[in-house]
């Protein structure tokens, strides 16, 4: 129940609902409820909520409160008829059903009243009239005795009009008629009751609403003013159904019990109606109900909620169950609510079929193209060997033994399969729900294996089995074996093999001893990367073959120092992805400083190191070599540096052979002409070279390109070419290992790790820059060389792996 507070005070009328309390009580300025009298902001009292019962608080006040006469000092539960007290205001409550009335009045002031100032005058006639009445005649008794029961009437009469409170009894709307019972009874005088304190019943009725019987408490204090409201009565509300059927009523989402037959009791105002039945979709309305007792006719006509179903399976005879629910077999005509329902449909020997179907409200649905499936066959197919695979119609299976349910009635291809055996193929067809056993013998198959080991008297095991010498002619099945050399003081070896029929397999195997195996897995524990400690990144090169450097006599633009050797790398090394840095060199020399060209500055951190000479970078790999704790590759004499022989594993600038062969060789299948594919000029940008942007200044540039670059670029700019190096072509030229010579005479003597002279005046410059664009200069098998600084010549590093 949620009640409303009417509110009525010298501000006017008001309501307020239940979730707005507390009210507060007091002055114009803050209070919900307006007392007269009080300063604008002060506050005396709250009325509040508490499972379901209003109750008033005293706030801090100096303002006497009295409820029901009896001074308030803490929370008081209110009840209709009762009256607080504040100051010069008195607040009535009043509750009617669903409604409470708040009522404010203002205490009338009494009138003066002056006394005489004489004394009363003592009536010595008296005495006297008593006298004379008690000698007078019986006649005369009579009379007396009226006049005295007069006089104690008209005593009684004025104590009843002193004692009595005025009482004004209001009810809403105007009543018929209305009576206030009670011992002593009311008195009504001029529109307003008299009633002595008590306890009153008020009994009221008015047509359309519902007899009023209240009892109210008058309690002699004030000019109490009982304000009551009838209850309206529901509307009577009859339903009638096309067809008719059983329904249930809601009003507002609210189930409605029925008073009669399908006669329903509903309060007056406009509510939302929908009818529910078993079969046929709801009704929803607007019901607007007039109330007052009146009875209104409302008829719907009702729409089917099902549709006519028609199942037919082949063959016949089907149980069709809907929902779990058996309801007959097919075929079969039938009736559907709407919605999603599952159907199954089961017969001897078939295999069940499920079906999940939407039913819409009137509209027929016909299901008569079901065929029901037999119930599979069932084959127990073992083989010998077991753990054959089974595949049937082309589908794998499983192994064997396995267990197959089978399609019935149709033929079904089976081929059971196993390393070293020939495959089993068969035909076979089961009946519907029949049980079969199949025990396939797979045939073995083989393949000759010709083993050749090193060394010739190493012992082999097949499969575990010692068979004696490795090297021998194997005569296995076509399954995987394992082949397992051995000899004291070597390495044990094992490989796999699988014979094929009809072609024989060539199995060479070499063992190694255990030094040497011990050498190869160290080699292969290299990481493929590391870092310096300047932070470059180097990347592990392990030469797989003999290369060419240098360029054959027709090829365009070859320069003379460019004659062709055979050379072969055997030791893995790193090498630099990235050429030096600026940022990185001024680790090692902080004021270092790279300059401008061509009105631009080469000092960006990320762009490469120029204008060092070539003992100032190996001076820098001697740092990082010192940073690392490996000993360094560099040795100064007389002021000069020098190549430590034997070369060490400390850092050091790339030997000519290993550049070339990363730039040329690495991960192609022949030298790379260009750091590009293809021919002289490249159609993309790839590289940092003489181009568009400087053709101001330089007379040899690339026709057509430009790569947004007028002098070095940062590292890094461009793809890498061959993965994991950067500007293997173009950006800046690099400083080399080794003294510069020239090689004529060696293009078919095999030259093993070549590191070029002990000495010499210049060193060799490998690699094209940003000031070249000429097809001489951007082919990879370029070679220059210098002994001064340059503001495109810097250097990347590199070292041994071990």
Known sequence: MSRVYFIHDSQGDRQRGEQELPLSVGGAAQADIVLPGLPPAALVAYVGLAEGHAFIQPADTDVPLFHNHEHLTAS??????????????????????????????????????????????????????????????????????????????????????????????RVTPQP???????????????????????IYTVTARREGY??????????????????????????????????????????????????????????????????????????????TVAGKGQVQHVSHVLQPAWARVRIASEPPGATVTVDGEPIGVTPLDTELLQGAHSLELTLEKHKVL??????????????????????????????????????????????????????????HKFRLSKPGYRHFDTRLTLAADEEKSLNARLQPEYGIVFVTARPADAMLRVDGREVGQATQRLRLTTRSHSLEFSKPGYVSRTVRVTPRVGSSQNVDVTLL???????????????????????????????????????????????????????????????????????????????????????????GDRQPVVNVNWEEAARYCNWLSSRAGLPPAYAEVNGRMRPVRPLSTGYRLPSEAEWSYVARRQGRPSEQRYPWDGEYPPTTVVANFADASIADTLANTVPNYNDGYRVSAPVGSFAARPAGFHDLGGNVAEWMHDYYAVYPGESERLVTDPLGPAAGDHHIVRDSSWRQGSIVELRLSYRDYSRAVRPDLGFRVARYAQ
Do not use: C
């Open 76 to 169: 008081k539960w209110l009840k209709s008829g009762d009256v607080v007290e504040i100051g010069e205001s008195l607040v009535y409550w009043m509750v009617q059903g669903d409604q409470v009335d708040i009522t404010v009045h203002e205490r009338q002031a009494s009138a003066d009243l002056v006394p005489p100032s004489a004394p009363p005058p003592l009536n010595d006639r008296v005495l006297p009239e008593v006298a004379q009445a008690s000698a007078a005649a019986p006649g005369q008794r009579l009379v007396r005795r009226l006049a005295l029961a007069g006089f104690v009437l008209l005593l009684l009469t004025a104590a009843f009009l002193l004692l009595a409170t005025p009482i004004t009894v």
């Open 176 to 198: 018929e008629s209305l009576a206030v019972d009670g011992f002593p009874p009311a008195v009504s005088i001029g529109g307003r009751r008299l009633a002595l304190p008590g």
């Open 210 to 287: 519902r007899p009023l019987r209240q009892t109210i408490e008058v309690d002699g204090d004030g000019y109490p003013v009982f304000e009551l409201t009838f209850e309206e009565l529901p509307g009577q509300v009859s339903i009638e159904l096309q067809p008719a059927v059983a329904f249930r009523l809601l009003i507002d989402g609210l189930p409605v019990p029925a008073e009669g037959v399908d006669r329903f009791e509903i309060p007056g105002g406009d509510h939302r109606l929908r009818i529910e039945t078993a079969r046929f979709l709801p009704i929803e309305d607007t019901l």
């Open 354 to 411: 499920s079906l999940q179907q939407q039913v819409i409200a009137g509209t027929d649905l016909i299901l008569d193209a079901i065929r029901l499936q037999p119930l599979d066959g069932r084959l127990a197919l073992s083989s010998d060997p077991a753990a054959a695979s089974v595949s049937v119609d082309g589908v794998f299976r499983g192994t064997t033994p396995v267990t197959l349910a089978l399609t019935a009635d149709v033929e």
């Open 513 to 603: 001893t255990v030094d040497k195996q011990r050498a190869t897995d160290r080699a292969a524990a290299i990481p493929a990367v590391i870092s310096s400690p300047a932070g470059q990144s180097l990347r592990l090169v392990r030469p797989q073959r003999s290369f060419r450097m240098g360029a054959s006599r027709r090829e365009a633009g070859r320069r003379a120092n460019e004659s062709s050797r055979l050379v072969k790398l055997t030791r893995p090394f790193y090498l630099a992805s990235m050429e030096v840095t600026n940022a990185e060199f001024r680790k090692f020399r902080s004021a270092h400083s790279s300059g401008f060209a061509e009105g631009v500055s080469l000092n």
